[in-house]
C-alpha cells in the first residue's frame, strides 16, 4: 500500500458510511458493490460460521439461510449487554467482538478504494450514546474507541454526529445562515443550531460557531418497537391473561418477552433455551392459546428478524402513503395487519413530544428564537415519518428545510472533519 491515509466513520445503528480522501477531495467510498452505505448487519452463517455483511447478511437471513442475523448493534454501546456473550456454532463473541467485525469491514472497504492503509479516523457520535447517564456515555464513547483501535485505528478522534452533518451541509452555503442541524437516525435524535458560511469551511477552530447541541435516546429502532408493539404483538398474545394453578385469578402474561421480539438488537435474547422454556411454560397457561401459539412459532423458527423487517417495511411505507399492511405469512399463513399512518403516529406520541421538548431546549439553549433560523437541515432516515419531520420543523416556520443525504451526509462530514485534523493535503472544499 502508498502512504498512509484517514478516514471519517460514521457506524450506524441502521446504516454506515465512511469517507475518504482522493483527487477530488473527500467523498464516501463504496462499501458493497456501487452502494455507498452499508447496513449495519451481520448474518452469522451456521455452515462454517462465517460472517456476510450488510445487504448480503439480510439477504442470507430473508432467503432462509441456517444462521443468526444481528441488527442496531450501535445500540448496546454504553449498556450492560455490551460484554456479554453469544454462541455461534463452536465460537464464543462479545457484543463488542461483533461490533469490531463490522468496523473491520468498513476499514477493509476503504483501505481497497483509498490502496492505503488508513490509521487516523474520525468516529461520529450522538451527542448522547445513553440519556442522563455521563458515567455510561463516557463508557459507550470508549468502548468505541476500543474496538476502532482494535481494528488498526491508531489516532483516533470523535465529532458529534450533528455537526459533521453540519459540515457536510456547510460545503453548500453562499452566504452566512444559522442551521437547525436535526439528525434523526436510527437510535438516536440530535439536534445542533450551527453558524455555517462560506468563511468556515476554511476555519478549523468552529468552537465558536457551535451554538448549541442536544440529543434525546429515540430513533428509528424505537419507533419500529412501538410500532410492532401497537400493531403486531397483540396478534402474538401481548396483552393477554395466563391463568397459574392454584390462582384465584387470571394475571397478564409478561410483557417482557413482546418486548425483546420487537427490539432489534434484544431479538437473538429470545433464541436461548432458557427462553424456549419460559414461553413454553406460558404456552401451557394461557388464556388465549392460537395468540401465545404465535409467539411460540416466532421464537421456535427464528423468525423474529422476520417480523421486525415487516414492521419496518411497512413503517416506511406510511412515509408515502396513508395505508400498509404487515404482512406476517410467515408467522401464520394468511396472517397479516392493515395499518394506517394514524396508527403509527399515536405508537409514538410520546416520542415526537419528546422530540419536540429537545429542540425547543436546542432553541433555549443557542439564545436563538425559532424566526432567526434560516434553514433546517435534514438528516437520518427517520425524517422521512411525517409526523417527525412535522415535529422537527415546527418551532422554525420561517425557515427553508434543505433535504440532506439522508445516510450520508454524517459520514461526509466526519471525512471533512478528517481532512481538517489528519490531512491537510485534501481541499475539502473541492467535495
Same mark, same amino acid.
Given at each position: ?7 471519517? %466513520? ?14 477530488? /477531495? ?27 455483511? /450488510?445487504?448480503?447478511? +439480510? ?6 439461510? #441456517? ?37 473491520a469491514r468498513l476499514k477493509a472497504a476503504a483501505e481497497a478504494a483509498t490502496g492505503r492503509e488508513i490509521t487516523q479516523v474520525v468516529l461520529g457520535r450522538p451527542v448522547h450514546f445513553v440519556d442522563d447517564d455521563a458515567a455510561a456515555d463516557r ?53 445542533? +443550531? &450551527? ?55 387470571? +394475571? ?16 437473538? %435474547?429470545?433464541?436461548?433455551?432458557k427462553a424456549s422454556r419460559d414461553i413454553a411454560e406460558l404456552a401451557r397457561y394461557a388464556l388465549a392459546p392460537e395468540k401465545i401459539a404465535r409467539l411460540v412459532e416466532v421464537v421456535e423458527s427464528r423468525r423474529g428478524h422476520s417480523v421486525a ?18 404482512? %406476517?405469512?410467515? &408467522? ?30 436546542? %432553541? ?9 433560523? #434560516? ?29 440532506? #443525504?439522508?445516510?450520508?451526509?454524517? /459520514?461526509? /462530514?466526519?471525512?471533512? #472533519? ?14
Amino acid at each position: 500500500m502508498e502512504a498512509k491515509a484517514f478516514c471519517g %466513520l460514521d457506524f450506524g445503528t441502521s446504516n454506515s458510511t465512511v469517507a475518504i480522501p482522493g483527487p477530488a /477531495g473527500v467523498t464516501l467510498a463504496p462499501l458493497e458493490g456501487d452502494s455507498r452505505t452499508l447496513p449495519s448487519s451481520i448474518f452469522f452463517d451456521f455452515s462454517d460460521g462465517s460472517p456476510v455483511f /450488510g445487504r448480503a447478511a +439480510i439477504a442470507a437471513y430473508v432467503d432462509g439461510a #441456517d444462521g443468526r442475523l444481528m441488527r442496531s448493534l450501535k445500540s448496546v454501546l454504553g449498556t450492560a449487554l455490551m460484554d456479554e456473550t453469544t454462541r455461534i456454532k463452536t465460537r464464543t463473541y462479545t457484543f463488542k467482538d461483533i461490533i469490531g467485525l463490522i468496523v473491520a469491514r468498513l476499514k477493509a472497504a476503504a483501505e481497497a478504494a483509498t490502496g492505503r492503509e488508513i490509521t487516523q479516523v474520525v468516529l461520529g457520535r450522538p451527542v448522547h450514546f445513553v440519556d442522563d447517564d455521563a458515567a455510561a456515555d463516557r463508557r459507550a464513547e470508549d468502548a468505541l474507541a476500543e474496538i476502532a483501535r482494535a481494528q488498526g485505528f491508531t489516532e483516533i478522534a470523535f465529532q458529534f454526529e450533528p455537526i459533521a452533518a453540519a459540515l457536510a451541509y456547510e460545503q453548500k452555503v453562499s452566504r452566512e445562515e444559522y442551521a437547525l442541524i436535526a439528525d434523526i437516525g436510527g437510535g438516536t435524535s440530535d439536534f445542533s +443550531i &450551527v453558524r455555517v458560511s462560506p468563511e468556515g469551511r476554511t476555519r478549523l477552530d468552529r468552537a465558536g460557531d457551535v451554538l448549541a447541541n442536544k440529543g434525546v435516546h429515540i430513533g428509528g429502532t424505537d419507533i419500529d418497537r412501538l410500532f410492532s408493539m401497537k400493531s403486531v404483538m397483540p396478534l402474538l398474545g401481548q396483552g393477554s391473561e395466563m391463568r397459574m394453578p392454584f390462582a384465584d385469578k387470571a +394475571i397478564p402474561v409478561p410483557n417482557g418477552f413482546f418486548v425483546d421480539l420487537s427490539t432489534w438488537h434484544r431479538i437473538n %435474547l429470545l433464541y436461548t433455551q432458557k427462553a424456549s422454556r419460559d414461553i413454553a411454560e406460558l404456552a401451557r397457561y394461557a388464556l388465549a392459546p392460537e395468540k401465545i401459539a404465535r409467539l411460540v412459532e416466532v421464537v421456535e423458527s427464528r423468525r423474529g428478524h422476520s417480523v421486525a423487517l415487516a414492521v419496518e417495511d411497512a413503517k416506511i411505507a406510511l412515509s408515502a402513503q396513508a395505508r400498509a399492511a404487515i404482512d %406476517l405469512a410467515e &408467522v401464520e399463513r394468511g396472517l397479516a395487519v392493515e395499518t394506517a399512518t394514524a396508527t403509527l403516529h399515536a405508537a409514538i406520541a410520546d416520542q415526537l413530544g419528546a422530540l419536540s421538548r429537545t429542540l425547543k431546549e436546542t %432553541l433555549d439553549a443557542s439564545g436563538l428564537t425559532g424566526d432567526r433560523i #434560516d434553514a433546517v437541515f435534514l438528516t437520518g432516515g427517520s425524517t422521512a415519518i411525517p409526523a417527525v419531520r412535522a415535529a422537527v420543523t415546527a418551532l422554525t416556520p420561517g425557515a427553508t428545510i434543505v433535504e440532506g #443525504d439522508m445516510f450520508g451526509a454524517v /459520514g461526509m /462530514g466526519l471525512g471533512l #472533519d478528517a481532512a481538517r485534523k489528519f490531512g491537510s493535503h485534501v481541499d475539502d472544499r473541492a467535495a
